[in-house]
């Protein structure tokens, strides 16, 4: 993947960056060996990425403070019926998943996280820009946030009860025998669950980028050559977002329905 972006062209943009970079080496390495002046791209691109959705979020609202729009859908494609069409396909399959009442809880998270992987899935698409979603930093970032959000709901929720589960899964009495075994096993299991969220979505969009970037530069048919690769780089975006969501989802949903699972002694 060339490290040469858009912005490349802007005068001063590379130099401001190696500067910038020098600035934070010495307190900012990369997750996974990258330059330090590199480790700032995608923090830029993120930066676009949620500047272009507040500036939707920002349409969107206007159209929702009239009575009238608010009340009658809009015939054409605009920020609220894009907000709308996918929130709604995300409450549905949230509400199958987690319940109604979890799916509304739940919404502002998983809703905010599969936009901002869409549209970094998405700008990647753009010749000149690289998806911010292609570097470990970024995809551990959103990973560990589900993490950190599975658990503390899961302590909300079920007290001291969601630590026990790991301990005795199966929530009868002879499991508490084995948790020397168990524990450690969930742990892993657990701690595993990020990581594979972020190496998932990293990998996938890596991969993505380098096929749509080799096929940019076989200039033969500079226009119609790429179109088919473009269109299957639209749909890898797209299950790669559902993909986290949904997993997001079964993750939390896990965690807040732990107590029936240990009160039942079955799921």
């Not at 509400?95 to 899935?121: E, H, Q, W, Y």
């Not at 595993?192 to 970037?213: E, F, Q």
């Amino acid at each position: 993947m060339s490290d040469k972006t858009l912005l490349s062209y802007i005068p001063g943009f590379d130099d401001a960056m190696h500067h910038a970079g020098e600035a934070l080496g010495h307190w900012q390495p990369s997750f996974i060996g990258h330059n330090d002046v590199l480790t700032l791209i995608p923090a830029v691109m993120l930066g676009i990425v949620v500047v272009l959705l507040l500036a939707m979020g920002v349409s969107a609202r206007g159209r929702l403070a009239k009575v009238e729009e608010a009340v009658i859908p809009d015939a054409v494609m605009n920020p609220r019926t894009f907000f709308e069409l996918f929130l709604d396909t995300l409450m549905s399959l949230m509400t199958d998943i987690m319940g109604a009442k979890n799916a509304k809880r739940f919404l502002p998270l998983l809703g905010t996280c599969g936009l901002v992987i869409l549209f970094s899935n998405l700008l990647g698409l753009v010749p000149g820009f690289v998806p911010p979603t292609d570097n470990l930093n970024v995809t551990a970032a959103l990973a560990l946030v589900i993490f950190f959000a599975t658990h503390i709901v899961g302590v909300q929720t079920n007290g001291l009860g969601h630590i026990t589960h790991m301990m005795n899964p199966v929530g009868v009495w002879w499991g508490w025998f084995m948790v020397p075994i168990m524990f450690p096993i969930e742990l892993i299991g657990h701690l595993a669950r990020p990581l594979s969220l972020s190496l998932r979505l990293m990998g996938n969009m890596v991969g993505d980028h380098k096929v749509l970037g080799i096929f940019l530069t076989l200039t033969a048919v500079p226009i119609v050559y790429p179109v088919p690769i473009i269109g299957m780089g639209v749909l890898v975006c797209v299950v790669q977002t559902a993909v986290f969501c949904l997993l997001s989802m079964i993750y939390i949903g896990l965690a807040v329905e732990e107590q029936h699972h240990d009160e039942g002694g079955h799921h």
